[in-house]
């Protein structure tokens, strides 16, 4: 059952204006710049992320540990009190809650101020990072817990270190237990060897619903959303290529994933709600309703888990008097047609079920990531954000055999024709995308106005 939804929540949720943070952004620029002057091992790395794999370091720093002579212009960019950071006694925690920004932690015990005495970045895995590149030390923090840190170099008092998380935003370290480790393999096996197909999608939701439910038991909310989503990551990229390559590519530093935007989902109408559960079972939080307009044919919710700090991005096909209702917590009626969103869904299956993410987005140098997998035969469709503060597009949709089954149940429902029942049956459908996204000025909303430009593009009616 969804909750219900309050006054605050409503006015919360109904926002999509999200400002532009220059003024911080420029601060915390600023504060790399004076770090990687002083450390050339941060420098170098800088380097190889931007040519290697068309990242920027800003998108991969996790936090800065500054001076508390800073704390009064943290304030001016907008910076406030992080309520979920958990830190040590001389420390303080700091974040942007109106941009997409690294945190800043303040230590008492430092007195430079002309530099970070240190900047985090955050891994998927620390003992990957360190092999890729040739680091020899012992890790803070015990595997596979709540979090993780190695000093990479330390030069000119500047200290370069990796980080790793796992349901926790903090920074205190926490000796678990080997029974809380084997929970958590546990919990990851539950949820990558989980039965996805089903012939009804009801049953197939109930399904998931109860072995949600077996991960929560074993390693609680936000450990079970940073299993199940580092899942559902594995799940799509070993059905998308570009989403390969360019792992491959990020593995090669050691980086992982951890440059992701927000992950995609495409439902039904008949079992959002039930999608909206499974992600509140994991204490997302409902962030903004997205609304395409009323021609458009499709609206989003956008939720985001605070602590994991991942956004759900859930598509839907909406009729143009639904646009103002709160579909997320109403259910839709059934439908006489078929939008793009629907039609995704039915020729390959629910995204929480068989289908997989619809496309997974991270952050990237826009213009260098393009140009680099154009130069490994991964090309880029035409962007559907080209603003100054935000830029996204999606690379050539990866196609995927459409079961006969479902094919037929289409045809005979008089949802698709004959034509396009034997195009797909013969050609497939486009699948998942990988999604080039770079973002200025902290902007942490999305592009309301042109992404439907895109979405009607992806429909495999009107592929060639």
Avoid at 30 to 58: C, D, H, K, P, V
Avoid at 138 to 155: D, N, T, V
Avoid at 384 to 390: A, K
Wanted: hydrophobic share 40%; net charge negative; proline share 4%.
């Amino acid at each position: 059952m969804v909750t219900a939804l309050t006054e605050a929540a409503s006015a919360k949720e109904s926002r999509f204006d999200w400002p532009l943070c220059y003024e911080a952004e420029s601060f915390i620029l600023a504060q790399i710049e004076a770090f990687l002057a002083r450390n050339s091992f941060a420098r170098r790395l800088s380097e190889q992320m931007r040519l290697e794999t068309g990242t920027l370091l800003l998108d991969w720093v996790d936090y800065l540990l500054v001076s508390p002579q800073t704390e009064g212009r943290l304030r001016e960019a907008g910076y406030t009190e992080d309520p979920l950071g958990d830190i040590p006694a001389n420390q303080k925690a700091f974040w942007h809650p109106e941009a997409m920004l690294p945190r800043v932690v303040i230590d008492s015990d430092i007195a430079v101020v002309e530099f970070p005495a240190a900047l985090a970045i955050r891994t998927e895995d620390i003992s990957d990072f360190m092999v890729a590149h040739g680091v020899i030390a012992e890790p803070e923090g015990e595997p596979l817990s709540r979090f993780r840190r190695c000093l990479i170099s330390a030069e000119n008092g500047a200290r370069l270190l990796a980080v790793e998380r796992r349901g926790y935003r903090g920074n205190v370290f926490e000796r678990g237990a080997d029974s809380e480790a084997a929970a958590i393999l546990k919990a990851h096996e539950i949820w990558k060897t989980r039965r996805r197909v089903f012939d009804d999608d009801k049953e197939g939701y109930h399904h998931l619903q109860a072995t949600l439910d077996r991960v929560l038991a074993l390693v609680g909310r936000d450990l079970a959303c940073h299993v199940v989503f580092a899942e559902e990551r594995a799940y799509w990229q070993k059905r998308n290529r570009a989403g390969q390559t360019q792992k491959m590519r990020q593995d090669r530093l050691g980086l992982g994933w951890a440059n992701h935007d927000h992950h995609t989902f495409r439902s039904s109408r008949q079992h959002f709600i039930d999608l909206m559960t499974a992600l509140e079972k994991l204490d997302f939080e409902r962030r903004e309703r997205y609304y395409a307009g009323a021609q458009a044919g499709w609206g989003a919710q956008i939720l985001e888990q605070p602590v994991e700090g991942i956004v759900a991005f859930c598509d839907v096909d909406l009729e143009p008097e639904e646009t103002e209702i709160d579909f997320s917590r109403q259910v839709l009626p059934s439908s006489k047609r078929l939008g793009t969103i629907g039609l995704w869904v039915g020729l390959h299956g629910e995204s929480f079920l068989d289908a997989g993410l619809h496309h997974l987005e991270c952050r990237f140098d826009y213009q260098l990531l393009r140009d680099q997998l154009a130069a490994v035969n991964v090309n880029t469709m035409k962007p559907f954000s080209d603003l100054p503060f935000l830029k996204q597009a999606f690379t050539e949709g990866e196609k995927w055999p459409v079961r006969r089954e479902r094919a037929e149940r289409l045809w005979r429902a008089g949802l698709i024709d004959e034509s396009q029942f034997n195009q797909f049956i013969s050609e497939g459908a486009i699948g998942s995308h990988l999604e080039n996204l770079q973002r200025k000025g902290g902007f942490k909303g999305f592009n309301q106005k042109s992404v439907s430009v895109i979405i009607r593009a992806t429909d495999p009616r009107l592929s060639p």
